[in-house]
């Protein structure tokens, strides 16, 4: 198997259509516009020829995540807690500026989330969050059956770890973490802090 395959930007492609010609497999020509991975010989041509620039190489396996600093993790969580509240009380209020905020605050706080540890989306970190999620959804009407498709489809770059022994339960709503409780936890069912949070018998 190829180390890396091509995948098309269909917002850059200008149609010139040139990686139709230089496909040795014919993996850039399907009716979806999609390249054919399964077809793609990862040899680059389409991308080298693409004048617009719309096909990029990307590697078949991702490498693990670098690890950031506790207190980086902690300021990045705490900032993006702000920004949800913020975006909560943007929701609340009418008018255009309101939108505006509403969805400013919503791309600041999915950033500083990827920054905090979600960058890879075939990360151990990300698996552990759906699982969760799954596991136990944070409300009614949440979509479980589409994290356990992500859990499904994701191709996962980081083997399996052992499950976490650590056990927890927010005494509040209920919700069970696993694993460490990082100081600055937040529920993410309630939003209250790491303090209302009891250990869990093994």
């Not at 020829?49 to 902690?74: D, F, L």
């Not at 009380?89 to 919503?106: C, D, F, H, Q, T």
């Amino acid at each position: 198997m190829a180390q890396r395959y091509a995948v098309r930007n269909i917002r850059l492609c200008t149609k010139d259509c040139l990686c139709l010609y230089v496909c040795p497999t014919g993996a850039t020509d399907t009716e979806n516009s999609v390249i054919d991975r399964a077809r793609c010989t990862g040899c680059g041509a389409c991308a080298d020829a693409c004048p617009s620039g719309a096909i990029s190489m990307a590697p078949q396996t991702y490498p693990p995540q670098q690890p950031k600093a506790a207190e980086t993790v902690r300021a990045l969580r705490a900032l993006a807690h702000e920004r949800a509240r913020a975006e909560a009380a943007a929701a609340a209020l009418p008018g255009r500026m309101a939108v505006a905020l509403e969805k400013s605050n919503r791309v600041l706080t999915e950033d500083l989330l990827r920054e905090a540890g979600y960058m890879l989306p075939q990360s151990n970190r990300v698996r552990a969050f759906l699982q969760g999620l799954a596991d136990n959804p944070p409300g009614e009407g949440f979509p479980r059956e589409a994290a356990e498709g992500l859990l499904r489809s994701l191709s996962w770059t980081e083997p399996e770890k052992e499950a976490p022994t650590e056990r927890w339960r927010c005494s509040v709503c209920g919700y069970i973490h696993e694993g460490p409780l990082p100081e600055g936890f937040i529920c993410p069912r309630c939003h209250r802090p790491a303090s209302v949070f009891r250990q869990m018998e093994s």
